[in-house]
């Protein structure tokens, strides 16, 4: 079982194989993150990758006071965001004032499910998604962090989170129901 | 017939025994079976994965950046340590003879553009053989 004390401990004494158990352990989270919010699955790896640099060279400083998942989800996230605003992708992901206006495209989905599953249907649909919603939405579906977890690494109100999760939600569902 | 609201539909996820009741009707039971498939899907994730090379290939990039800041604390030391020495020669030579000691700051000021150019061209050096390294490195990647 993983034991985060001690994981942590050992890492911080230069064990990498105490490393190697702490990437294995948050691989999927950090992957998930940066999966859904870089959309040039190219860079996903090497920013994968910085996230865990950052996490080794900074991990004297982690406090417990949050969950290790919770400060490592925050690094990804921020790691991302910085991506991001680097390679200039965001632009067309930047908040919209008309947020709630917001429809996905004007393709028939029925088109598209004849050429691609619905799950890749929808990984299309989440990535039209504002970046915020796509963030809050992934970090809900691991099923690790709360309400106020999630809002502690994205910078969001707690309200603003669940706002952000409904919509989300919603818009997923109509673009699933058109089908 | 009633449309679900979010909060029912979140306390319905959540399988909370006092949620409130979901209106029986064919839309609302349509609602929640796209709801059931868009949650399943949500739960499985996206269909990222990362190369069976990724450890191996962060534990070189670990490595590489450890030893390029031990390389600039040793950087740092031997300067450090070359002033001592300069300062300590110094002080001995005007221990014995002031003459002397003016002598050596004096070459020392003649020549010192000359040193810190060999110490910049030192460093730049150190700094390309490092940055083509990891280049090199990464392009094998």
Redesign the interface.
């Known amino acids: 079982m993983f034991n985060e004390n001690q994981v942590i401990e050992k890492v911080l004494q230069g064990d990498m194989r105490a490393f190697d158990l702490l990437v294995k352990q948050y691989e999927k989270l950090v992957c998930y993150v940066i999966y859904r919010m870089i959309k040039n699955k190219e860079d996903m790896e090497d920013v994968c990758q910085d996230v865990f640099i950052k996490v080794y060279r900074n991990l004297s400083q982690f406090d417990h006071r949050a969950k290790l998942s919770t400060w490592i989800a925050k690094i990804a996230y921020l790691t991302a965001v910085s991506h991001l605003k680097k390679n200039r992708q965001n632009t067309a992901f930047n908040y919209p004032d008309d947020l709630d206006e917001i429809h996905f495209t004007d393709e028939h989905p029925e088109k598209l499910l004849t050429r691609k599953d619905t799950a890749e249907y929808l990984e299309r649909m989440i990535a039209q998604l504002p970046e915020k919603y796509r963030m809050v939405i992934t970090l809900y579906h691991l099923k690790e962090f709360s309400y106020t977890e999630i809002g502690e690494i994205t910078g969001l109100p707690e309200g603003t989170v669940k706002t952000h999760l409904f919509r989300a939600r919603q818009l997923l569902k109509e673009t699933l129901t058109a089908n | 017939m009633s449309k679900i609201s ?2 029912e ?2 306390q319905w996820l959540e399988k909370q025994p006092h949620a409130p009741g979901i209106e029986p009707g064919a839309e609302n039971e ?2 929640l079976k ?2 059931q ?3 399943d ?11 069976y090379s ?2 191996a ?3 070189r ?2 490595q590489a ?1 450890t030893s390029r800041r031990i390389g600039l604390k040793w950087y740092g030391i031997a300067a450090v340590l070359t002033i001592i020495g300069f300062s300590l020669a110094y002080c001995s030579l005007l221990f014995y003879s002031a003459n002397a000691a003016s002598g050596f700051a004096e070459v020392l000021n003649k020549y010192k553009w000359v040193l810190l150019f060999v110490s910049a061209c030192f460093l730049i050096v150190q700094f390309l053989e490092s940055y083509l390294n990891d280049r090199q490195k990464q392009q094998l990647q």
Do not use: K
């Not at chain 2, 899907?41 to 190369?51: H, K, W, Y």
């Open positions: 979010q909060d539909i979140q349509a609602d796209n709801y498939l868009l949650f899907l949500l739960d499985e994730g996206p269909p990222a994965e990362l190369s990724f450890t290939n962060l534990h990039r670990i950046a």
